[in-house]
């Protein structure tokens, strides 16, 4: 029974480089879910897919932000000319398509920007 | 505005009493409740859920208890033991919705 997994588990970058990270979801799971986590905060969301669908974004999504699911199995985020207000943990969920919306998440990925 | 409120930022308790986390809302079209435990550098992990059908969800040492007319949910967890130590989020939704989360409680369960 394999998990949500995430890859890296932590990222260090510049200012002003890209950074992509990968989730790989619950494999019978057809949504799949990024959140962004700071401090003292509960996550926030970003975006979602169904299969390969990206159904919602979040209006603070900047378009230095984008994501994609190809093939509805991963999913990557990237984040262009990154910014030190981008430094947070990065989180994955995935959930099986039902009306009620049981998530589960990976161990996240921490950004660090410098 | 925040539509999912934990107001406690922290709570401590004695090893092997009961833990009470809570949590109020102020959308009354959520009906489906969800607790997450977050460890340090890990992500959320699911605890236990409730339907706005019910009023008690309870799985082992974990309940559930569900208020519509306050808006309120608590969980409770019977014994408190040193690894329950995390910090806790409760999440909210309608149907096919996007969980709204709270803040987060850091439960310490002290020795």
């Known amino acids: 029974d394999t998990g949500v997994s995430q890859d890296p588990r932590h990222k260090i970058t510049k200012r002003g480089q890209n950074v992509t990270f990968r989730c790989d979801p619950i494999?019978?799971?057809?949504?799949l879910y990024w959140y962004r986590q700071t401090l003292g905060q509960g996550p926030e969301f970003l975006t979602y897919?169904?299969?390969?669908?990206?159904?919602?974004k979040s209006r603070l999504l900047s378009d230095r932000f984008s994501a994609e699911r190809p093939k509805g199995s991963f999913s990557t985020l990237e984040i262009q000319r990154t910014e030190q207000g981008d430094s947070a943990m990065y989180l994955c969920?995935?959930?099986?398509?039902?009306?009620?919306?049981?998530?589960?998440f990976g161990p996240g990925t921490r950004l660090t920007v410098l | 505005d925040q539509q999912v409120k934990q107001n406690s930022p922290s709570l401590s308790v004695q090893e092997g009493r009961i833990s009470i986390l809570n949590c109020d809302y102020t959308?009354?079209?959520?009906?489906?409740f969800l607790w997450y435990k977050k460890y340090p550098a890990e992500g959320p992990t699911f605890l236990i859920s409730?339907?706005?059908i019910k009023d008690k969800n309870e799985d082992g040492r974990f309940t559930v208890f569900l208020n519509k007319s306050a808006k309120h949910l608590s969980l409770h967890i019977v014994p408190s033991q040193p690894g329950d130590s995390a910090v806790y989020f409760c999440?909210?939704?309608?149907?096919?919705?996007?969980?709204?989360w709270g803040a987060g409680t850091k439960l310490i369960i002290k020795p």
């Open positions: 969920a995935s959930s099986p398509w039902t009306g009620y919306n049981t998530q589960y």
């Open positions: 409730i339907s706005s």
């Open positions: 959308n009354s079209m959520f009906d489906y």
């Open positions: 897919f169904q299969n390969e669908a990206q159904l919602e």
């Open positions: 494999s019978e799971h057809n949504r």
């Open positions: 999440a909210a939704s309608s149907l096919d919705t996007q969980l709204i």
